[in-house]
């Protein structure tokens, strides 16, 4: 397998955790950059060959599933999808008693 399909693997299973399609296009284009310029500097600097630099690159970033994991969680937390839900069922109820008073005043 080509350095360029690990790389691509790599950043599919980190990606494959993110939902959001514009979240997920950044971090993409993020992640490749950090792991280009990391193969170029252990290229140029250490004198790895190509393939050892993406290695030595990929294994620096850690677990993709875990990177993705909490990429994820950096995103959309746990506390924020809970109080913005509390906020929908807040909307909800005031909705809803603003549609029971006009309907008794109405009727």
């Known amino acids: 397998m080509s350095s360029d399909e690990r790389i ?4 599919n299973q980190v990606c494959r955790h993110l939902f959001w399609p514009p979240y997920r296009a950044r ?3 993020e992640l490749t950059d950090h792991i280009l310029s990391r193969v ?13 630099a993406v290695t ?3 294994l620096g970033m850690g677990d993709p599933d875990d990177l993705g994991e909490k990429l994820r969680y950096a995103r959309f937390p746990i506390s924020y999808l809970f109080c913005l ?3 929908f069922l807040v909307w909800a109820a005031i909705a809803g008693c ?3 008073l006009l309907s008794y005043f109405l009727f």
């Open 8 to 11: 691509a693997r790599y950043l």
């Open 27 to 29: 971090v993409r284009r």
């Open 40 to 52: 170029e500097y252990l290229e140029n600097d250490r004198g790895d060959t190509h393939e050892q």
């Open 56 to 58: 030595t690159a990929l």
């Open 85 to 87: 839900l509390l906020t």
């Open 98 to 100: 603003l549609a029971y």
